[in-house]
């Protein structure tokens, strides 16, 4: 770790946006001195919005009982194929499975699904479930969180997302989204996939009214469990999209791209132990995102042919192959296409 907490945070209160994503993008290039910036052509599929957790910043979940259970689904096994598929037809190489925490869908669910979707596209790495639905699989499945990671490997799950961290500080976690897992029921998860030799990602969404503290007590935990078993290929940070949501409601100050841009560099900074930070386009939008490859990005994300829980938010950004690559070559790189744990097989 380059930054202590004190540096951090005289950073975050700092004007020298230049400056900072200047050192940011020093500490890129000492990780990754060829200039290469990733990407990945993998699809997003929700295959429940029905959730039990009421989160204030989303806009996308069905509760299960009450107002809005009528806009709940479960997408059935065929059509999860279907879009798989497509998602191949098109140069795919991987699938990010995530959903609501749905109490009717058990661990014997995901195994049936896991497993036929390895029999028909066994090429096809799945990356799914967030540790909040993981922790939701094991309580109504009554297993343990360790079983439940088993079986899960066991029928196909090759790797998890980070979601569900938001900011990993129970102050935060209690005003925003006071029923998800707690930040030790987070880390908890993704150390014993680390332990059973999977590979996670962490993420962070942060503008829902945390302080600055909060984000550094973010980065040093995921940064101390990293020291512990090196098990992330990357830490994902992006902002929270207030319209539709009922935290938006109360008037919520979209993050400006000034924040976001401080707040990416930062992290690169801080996080020296993670090899990859992916700056965002689908809740900044290419411009910014082509300038995060200058403060401490190395990789874009996906061409995401399918996303529904931020454009549910009221984002709709897209892009295609073609202009990611455009974007990564005008701000000075050589564009390259990875898999999900960031191998570069396909030198282009």
Known sequence: MSLTREQALEMFRSDDLIGIGMEADAVRRKLHPDGIVTYIIDRNINYTNICTECCSFCAFYASVKGPGREKGYVLDYEKIYEKIAETVEMGGTGVLMQGGINPDLRIDWFESLFRGIKQRFPEVHLHCLSASEIIGIAEYSALSIEETIRRLMDAGLQSIPGGGA???????????????????????????????????????????????????????????????????????????????????????????????????????IFLTNFPNVQASWVTQGLKVCQMGLHFGGNDVGSVMLEENVVKAAGTSNSTTEEELRRIIRNAGFRPVRRDTLYRTFFLN
Request: proline share 3%.
């Open 166 to 268: 938001e900011i990993l500080d129970d102050e935060v976690r209690s005003k925003v989204a006071r029923l998800k897992c707690t930040t030790q029921d987070w880390l908890d998860v993704h150390r014993i996939a680390h332990k059973l030799g999977m590979k996670t990602t962490a993420t962070m969404m942060f503008g829902v009214g945390e302080t600055e503290e909060h984000r550094i007590n973010h980065f040093q935990r995921i940064y101390d469990l990293q020291e512990e078993t090196g098990g992330f290929t990357a830490f994902i940070p992006w902002t929270f999209q207030p319209r539709n949501t009922a935290l938006g409601g109360r008037g919520w100050p979209e993050t400006t791209a000034v924040e976001y841009l401080k707040t990416l560099a930062i992290s690169r």
